[in-house]
């Protein structure tokens, strides 16, 4: 059986890739943003990295027995009170169009929830028989953060949190409070290297809550507009406005380029935010463990790629094996 899994989309999408299965085994994998040379390939759809994993395997879209995309897009619409028009025939004609592609007959094509990919990504390449997966990002359909236990070849949902306390959405605020932009969220990581945490503040995060009224996304709000920018007006009430670029003319060649420069308040909340982001990480992990009643997990998400936090995570005597997904980003539910 030859399974094509892909994600990317037109609006709202980052992280492009192409990922080709064969009987089980994961044949070859790849993102967009290595061929369109733009980090994180923002709202692409994978074309060439489709044409990349048919092509090195000298395939045909008509060998392809399933599609499979990583994220369940009919739901999504449902949520925000819209009618999903799709059908399946243009949906395949937007990810492989005749111009890239030939093809005689339309694959198969699946829509698998958001988290269900990152735990399967993370639970199918571990080894473990059995294990706790913990799924944490900025969100999925309806979710930020969920937890799953697998086993043997099964994978089910016990917990799941609100798109409102979603970590990833904080962590991207405060990613943007100091100054820097969607995407840069490990440089924030690395700018708490520089600051230290600060008791009062993790208090002040750790008490702010993101209340969602669902009728609010009838009205076409976009949830993580709505978080982030709930957690920047408590941010810039609390120390002041957002870090904004200094503007310089460069003589060299005749640009205006941005500097940005970080006060040690800010590289405090940075440490600070670094902080709680870790000490939610190793609750959330006991949890796990706890709600699943296993000695195993495997972690995915983009949020479990802060390497910091999964270093205090390794400390956990309760835990005999850790698993983090190397493409824990949305690169891996493809």
Known sequence: MKILGINGWIDRSHDASACLIIDGKIISAVEEERFVRQKKAYDRLPINSVKFCLQEN?????????????????????????????????????????KYFKYKK?????????????????FRCSGFNDSA????????????TSIW???????????????GNSLGYFYTAVTKYVGM???????????????SP?????????????KIPREEFRCNLDEQDFVVNRWLRFLEGEFGPINAPNTYFKKENGTILKNL??????????????????LKMIDLV??????????????????????IANKEILKNNDIDNLFIQPASNDAGVS
């Open 58 to 98: 000298k395939l045909t879209l008509d060998d392809i027995d399933y599609v499979s995309f990583g994220w369940n897009w009919k739901k999504l619409y449902e949520l925000r009170g819209k009618r999903y028009t799709f059908n399946s025939a243009e949906i395949i004609e937007k990810f492989f169009p005749r």
């Open 106 to 122: 339309i694959p198969k094509l699946h829509f698998i929830e958001h988290h269900l990919a990152h735990a399967s990504s993370t």
């Open 133 to 144: 997966i913990l799924v944490v990002d900025g969100q999925g359909e309806s979710c930020s």
């Open 149 to 163: 236990k697998g086993k043997n070849n099964e994978i089910k949902k016990v917990w799941e949190d609100t798109i």
């Open 181 to 195: 932009k969607d995407g840069d969220e490990g440089k924030l990581m690395g700018l708490a290297t520089y600051g």
């Open 198 to 210: 600060d008791e009062k503040i993790i208090d002040k995060l750790n008490d702010f809550k993101v």
């Open 261 to 278: 420069d970080f006060d040690s308040c800010q590289k405090n909340i940075a440490a600070s935010a670094q902080k709680l982001l870790e």
């Open 286 to 307: 006991r949890f796990a463990l706890k709600k699943t009643n296993c000695k195993n997990i495997c972690l995915s998400g983009g949020v479990a790629l802060n390497c």
